[in-house]
Structure formats: C-alpha cells, structure tokens
C-alpha cells in the first residue's frame, strides 16, 4: 500500500475538515431554522442580518422569517406586486414606532409606518398599499444597510428611512459579517459566551461611545451604500433627519454605565399623597419602568411616589440601578421638595460641583449657577445644565446652541446634530433621494423650538401625536417622488381614536403602553422606554 506524502495528506485532511465544517454548519442552520437550536445572541440581532428576513408561503406572498421576527415587524405582502404601491420603511426604533409598535407585535397603529398606510389608502381608493415596516429597535446603520440589501429585491416602489439614534460603534468588517451569517459559528460564540461566568451579558442597544471620525464615517459610509443601491435600481428615497429631544433630563446610556456605582442611601420614607395612586399598569409589573418613563417625560409629581416604591423594594433595572436615586433627587428638586438625602444622592451621581450648580439653578440663582458649572470637569453634562440655565434665562438662543452640543457629546441615544448633518449633506449628493427634515419640523412644533416632552414619550421615541405629525412631511415629498400617488394628512385625532390610541396626556399614554407590553411581553428582558 502506497503512503500518501505529507503535502497530499494535509491536503486531503484540510478537504476533509472543511467537508466536516461545511456539513455541520449546514445541520445547526437547519436546526435553528426547525425551532430546536438557537445560535444568535440578543445584541447580534440588532447588529447583523443573518438569515433571510422573507420568504415565500407557498400561497403566493412573502413573509417574515422567525429569525426576522425576532427583530421586526410581522408582515405579508404578495410577490407579484402588480399595481401595489410597496413602501418598506427602515431604521431604528423611532422608525418602528415603538413604544405603540414592537416585534412580534400586530400592528396596532401609532408609528409613522401606521400612518402613511391609513393616509395612503384613504388618499388612493381602489389601490393596494403596502407599507412594510423593517425597521427594529436598537439597530444602528450598519443593518439598516443590510436589510436594504434584501429589501431591494423585493420590488420596491419607495423607501423611507429614519436612521440614526444608535450609532455608537464602527460598522462590522466584511469578515465579521460573513463569519455572523454562518449558523455554526453563531453557535460556537453562543456556547463561548454562555461558558463565560465571569462577563455580564451584553445589553442589545448599541454602545454610545464617546464620538470619534470613524464611527461617523462608518455612518456616513453606510448611509451612502443604501443611496447608491437606490440609484443603481432607480429606487426613489425619503431620507429623514431625526428630531432631536432637546430637553431630555433623564440619564438613557445606550448600553453603557456613566461614572462609577456607589452605595446610595435609602430615600426618607415619605407616603405619597393620596392624589397620587398607584397607576393602573402596575398590578402585575413593578413601579420601576412607569416612573422612568414619567420622570422622562416631566410628569414629576407622578413620578416621585413610583420611583421612591421601586427603591424600597429593590426591584433591579438594567442599566438605570446606579442613578434611580438620581431621578427621585432630580424629581424632588423640580417639585421644590428638595431635602440634605437630594442634595447628597446629586453630590455622589454628579461629583461636588455640578451638584452644587445644579442646586443653585433649582433655587433661582441663575449666574451663581453658571459660574459654578463652568468649572466643572465633566464637560457633557455641564454644558447640558448651562443649556437649561441659558433656558431658565430666556436666553433661546444660547439655550439652542448649548443643549445641542451636550447632545453632540452626550447623545444619551439620541441622534447627534453631526450626524443629522450628514444625513442632509448625503441627500443633496444623491439624485434619487429626497431629504425629509423631521429635526427641522419637530422644532416648528415644539415650543421656543426646542422639542421635549410635547412630542417624546422618553429619550428618542415620540407619543403617538408626536410621530402623526412628523407623517406629516413624508405625505408631502411622496407625490413629488411618485407621480400619480396622492398623499394627503388626516384627521390625525380621528385616526387616533380610530385605532384605539391613548386619547390623554404623558401619563396615560405610558400607562396604556405599559399595559400593552405587560399583556404581550417582547421576546427581550423589558428595558426603560420599552
């Protein structure tokens, strides 16, 4: 018997292995597709696509694959389009509508995908209309780029996107996605991951990094990719800035802590008033989330009681544990009930001197405050509070410019001015995209121009009225970029009533959303503004 030489032998055993590789990487894919293995982990549905996001019925329409339901929207659309008008709408959260639309959610309206279908259909009797929603929470550009890519060989008529808020880290290299779309690789990490006792599990928002040129380049190149598919294909574009929650207080990370835990001192044990009961919403779910989300949105009166409830029992919220105390001292300070317990918990979140400014702008003295802040090391949240001394002041302008920057260097998952700059600059270079300022439109509505709690329901996302109205400039860039298609704004109150949206204020819309989410919970750990 001849002895195969040792280059022939490599060879044989490099095609063996790869043979091995090949076959198993196929088995675990069929696995996962069948339900009986899972292999991607949370913050990777949010990074990459790894897997077809539609596929046929075998009826004659395309439907979102389970893995895709685990990051957007539930959708069926036919495959021959014929005369429909088909829409896809990409991007983030904002984009998605949460918090009244989220994944594996129906469709109960109250984002600007709902709205263009129901403006759309009543403007074009007779006419299919397909508004699919790709968007999905969390999701930075680098995926919106490659849903784009499946998107566009689904016959698009118009695409719409709305991507920018989570923008924290350099797009995955060609290496590392092909690598992510390999089921038997996804499942060596997973077992990799799980086997590390030691590391925290990793949060599924993208990281707000501190800003660097690359990670805008990468959102500029990505940006750039989708445009230039568009012209290849001559698929017309809406490319939205996004609105800016200027006035935003509350402490959002995107993924990361800010400063360091410290051991926090109990609130005092102060009933609430009897005006103040318990919300609805929290028969079933503890008082955490509602009073985030109502210090959020200003509400601080009804906030106050829920938040102090959630420290006494100790109930965990990722991301937000360190600075709970924060927002019952903040709250308590807004409500002129501040105490020495608010001032100290401020002095340990913020260090001594943005404790002290911030107290002197809570009791009126408003250049005693901006001396303090401007020698204050911590630059991103100084500015922050030099911008709502600039407001407490009238002084609109400067307030402007001020609480910008802090957004510049502190997004808190908000979109930075820089990057909605780059959105209008890509626009106005690509000749098949229409820009559509909503950053623009939200300050036309907000009052002094600055957008708060008017629109938001939290850091990013909107109340229901807030993403009617930015349907609103949409609705008209359509008929200019689809000749023959009427686009006209509703009644946007009726069609709220229509689709049993909350009718009332902050706290009943995060109330009734709350409950919504209780009652069908998202296949994620719930996280503030979710």
Same mark, same amino acid.
């Given at each position: 018997?001849?002895?195969?030489?040792?280059?022939?032998?490599?060879?044989?055993?490099?095609?063996?292995?790869?043979?091995?590789?090949?076959?198993?990487?196929?088995? +675990? =894919?069929?696995?996962?597709?069948?339900?009986?293995?899972?292999?991607?982990?949370?913050?990777?549905?949010?990074?990459?696509?790894?897997?077809?996001?539609?596929?046929?019925?075998?009826?004659?329409?395309?439907?979102?694959?389970?893995?895709?339901? =685990?990051?957007?929207?539930?959708?069926?659309?036919?495959?021959?389009?014929?005369?429909?008008?088909?829409?896809?709408?990409?991007?983030?959260?904002?984009?998605?509508?949460?918090?009244?639309?989220?994944?594996?959610?129906?469709?109960?309206?109250?984002?600007?995908?709902?709205?263009?279908?129901?403006?759309?259909?009543?403007?074009?009797?007779?006419?299919?209309?397909?508004?699919?929603?790709?968007?999905?929470? $969390?999701?930075? $550009?680098?995926?919106?780029?490659?849903? /784009?890519?499946?998107?566009?060989?689904?016959?698009?008529?118009?695409?719409?996107?709305?991507?920018?808020?989570?923008?924290?880290?350099?797009?995955?290299?060609?290496?590392?996605?092909?690598?992510?779309?390999?089921? @038997?690789?996804?499942?060596?990490?997973?077992?990799?991951?799980?086997?590390?006792?030691?590391?925290?599990?990793?949060?599924?928002?993208?990281?707000?990094?501190?800003?660097?040129?690359?990670?805008?380049?990468?959102?500029?190149?990505?940006?750039? $990719?989708?445009?230039?598919?568009?012209?290849?294909?001559?698929?017309?574009?809406?490319?939205?800035?996004?609105?800016?929650? *200027?006035?935003?207080?509350?402490?959002?990370?995107?993924?990361?802590?800010?400063?360091?835990?410290?051991?926090?001192?109990?609130?005092?044990?102060?009933?609430?008033?009897?005006?103040?009961?318990?919300?609805?919403? %929290?028969?079933?779910?503890?008082?955490?989330?509602?009073?985030?989300?109502?210090?959020?949105?200003?509400?601080?009166? /009804?906030?106050?009681?829920?938040?102090?409830?959630?420290?006494?029992?100790?109930?965990?919220?990722?991301?937000?544990?360190? #600075?709970?105390? /924060?927002?019952?001292?903040?709250?308590?300070?807004? *409500?002129?009930?501040?105490?020495?317990?608010?001032?100290?918990? %401020?002095?340990?979140?913020?260090?001594?001197?943005?404790?002290? @400014?911030?107290?002197?702008?809570?009791?009126?003295?408003?250049?005693?405050?901006?001396?303090?802040?401007?020698?204050?090391?911590?630059?991103?949240?100084?500015?922050?509070?030099?911008?709502?001394?600039?407001? $407490?002041?009238?002084?609109?302008?400067?307030?402007?410019? *001020?609480?910008?920057?802090? #957004?510049?260097?502190?997004?808190?998952?908000?979109?930075?001015?820089?990057?909605?700059?780059?959105?209008?600059?890509?626009?106005?270079?690509?000749?098949?995209?229409?820009? +559509?300022?909503?950053?623009?439109?939200?300050?036309?509505?907000?009052?002094?121009?600055?957008? @708060?709690?008017? *629109?938001?329901?939290?850091?990013?996302?909107?109340?229901?009225?807030?993403?009617?109205?930015?349907?609103?400039?949409?609705?008209?860039?359509?008929?200019? +970029?689809?000749?023959?298609?009427?686009?006209?704004?509703?009644?946007?109150?009726?069609?709220?009533?229509?689709?049993?949206?909350?009718?009332?204020?902050? +706290?009943?819309?995060?109330? #009734?959303?709350?409950?919504?989410?209780?009652?069908?919970?998202?296949?994620?750990?719930?996280?503030?503004?979710?």
């Amino acid at each position: 018997m001849r002895r195969l030489s040792t280059l022939r032998l490599i060879g044989f055993s490099a095609v063996v292995l790869t043979a091995v590789v090949l076959v198993g990487n196929l088995l +675990v =894919e069929r696995l996962e597709r069948g339900g009986l293995v899972e292999t991607s982990l949370p913050g990777d549905r949010v990074q990459f696509v790894e897997e077809r996001l539609f596929a046929p019925d075998g009826k004659g329409s395309w439907h979102t694959t389970p893995y895709a339901e =685990e990051s957007l929207i539930r959708s069926r659309f036919a495959q021959d389009k014929d005369e429909a008008l088909r829409v896809f709408v990409l991007g983030g959260s904002f984009a998605m509508g949460s918090p009244y639309l989220l994944q594996r959610y129906p469709d109960r309206g109250g984002g600007i995908p709902s709205f263009l279908r129901r403006a759309l259909e009543q403007a074009n009797p007779g006419r299919t209309i397909e508004v699919i929603n790709v968007a999905a929470g $969390a999701q930075n $550009a680098a995926r919106v780029r490659s849903i /784009a890519e499946q998107v566009f060989t689904l016959s698009p008529d118009l695409l719409v996107i709305a991507s920018c808020n989570n923008e924290g880290e350099l797009p995955p290299g060609a290496l590392r996605r092909f690598m992510n779309e390999q089921g @038997g690789y996804r499942l060596l990490k997973r077992i990799v991951q799980a086997g590390a006792s030691s590391a925290a599990s990793p949060s599924w928002y993208t990281p707000q990094d501190p800003d660097t040129q690359q990670v805008r380049q990468g959102f500029r190149d990505n940006i750039r $990719a989708v445009l230039a598919q568009a012209e290849a294909r001559q698929v017309p574009v809406l490319l939205a800035t996004l609105p800016v929650n *200027l006035r935003y207080q509350g402490f959002d990370t995107g993924g990361h802590l800010i400063g360091d835990e410290v051991a926090m001192p109990l609130p005092p044990d102060v009933a609430p008033p009897d005006a103040l009961p318990r919300l609805p919403s %929290l028969t079933d779910q503890p008082a955490c989330t509602t009073g985030v989300l109502l210090f959020e949105a200003q509400a601080h009166e /009804a906030a106050l009681p829920l938040l102090r409830d959630c420290i006494r029992e100790g109930v965990s919220m990722p991301r937000l544990d360190h #600075v709970l105390h /924060a927002h019952v001292a903040l709250a308590e300070y807004e *409500l002129g009930r501040a105490t020495d317990w608010s001032r100290q918990v %401020l002095e340990q979140t913020f260090g001594p001197c943005l404790a002290q @400014g911030m107290a002197l702008r809570y009791a009126g003295d408003l250049d005693g405050a901006a001396e303090q802040l401007s020698s204050c090391d911590d630059v991103a949240e100084a500015t922050r509070q030099l911008g709502l001394v600039a407001l $407490a002041r009238r002084d609109l302008a400067a307030a402007d410019a *001020l609480l910008a920057q802090a #957004v510049e260097l502190e997004p808190h998952n908000r979109c930075r001015p820089s990057f909605n700059q780059i959105l209008r600059e890509e626009a106005a270079r690509s000749p098949v995209t229409t820009l +559509v300022d909503l950053e623009s439109h939200a300050r036309s509505l907000s009052p002094d121009g600055l957008p @708060g709690p008017e *629109l938001y329901v939290d850091y990013c996302h909107m109340n229901w009225r807030g993403y009617a109205a930015m349907t609103g400039p949409f609705l008209q860039a359509i008929p200019r +970029v689809l000749p023959g298609v009427v686009a006209e704004p509703l009644d946007w109150e009726a069609e709220g009533r229509r689709m049993g949206l909350p009718p009332g204020d902050a +706290v009943e819309q995060i109330r #009734v959303t709350n409950d919504w989410v209780r009652a069908d919970p998202m296949p994620y750990p719930q996280l503030p503004g979710w």
